[in-house]
C-alpha cells in the first residue's frame, strides 16, 4: 500500500507540475534609448581623471639630462610630424620628450612603427593625460 501511495505522489509532482510559464514583459523603448544614453556615459567617464582631463597614451623618444638633447629631440619629430603635438618636460633630474595625444593604445601603436622610421632611439607606449576634445561634448549642466 505504501508503494502505491509513494508511486502516484511522483506521478502527481511530474516535469510538467514544475515547467516555466512564458512570461511577457512590456516595456517602454525610450527604456533602450536611455540605457545607450547611460552606457555611452559610462564609458566616456572611464577616460576621465577626477580633475575632469582625458586619460590616454603618448610615445616617450627620450629621457636625458640635457636639455640640449631633449630639444634636438623634439625638433626632429615636429620637423617630420608638423601635425603631431610633441612634449618636453622637466622631472628633476630628467627631460623627458613624449609625442601625441592618442585615445587608444592601437593608434599610439600605429604612429610609433612611423615615429621608428626618422627616429632611431627606443621609443615606448606611455600612458598620459592627454589633451582631447571629444566630438559629441555635451555639458552635464544643459538643459533640453
Known sequence: MMKWILVCLLLGFSPQCFAADTII???DPRLDTLAAK???INASSLRLT???HYKGFRLLIMTTH????ATKAREIV???F???RAYL???????????GNFTSKEDAENFKDELAKVYDGGIYIVEDIIEYVPDTYTPATATQ
Open 25 to 27: 514583459v512590456h516595456k
Open 38 to 40: 547611460q552606457a555611452e
Open 50 to 52: 577626477p580633475d575632469g
Open 66 to 69: 640635457s636639455r640640449a638633447e
Open 78 to 80: 615636429l620637423q617630420n
Open 82 to 84: 608638423p601635425y603631431q
Open 89 to 99: 618636460s622637466y622631472l628633476s633630474p630628467y627631460f623627458r620628450v613624449k609625442v
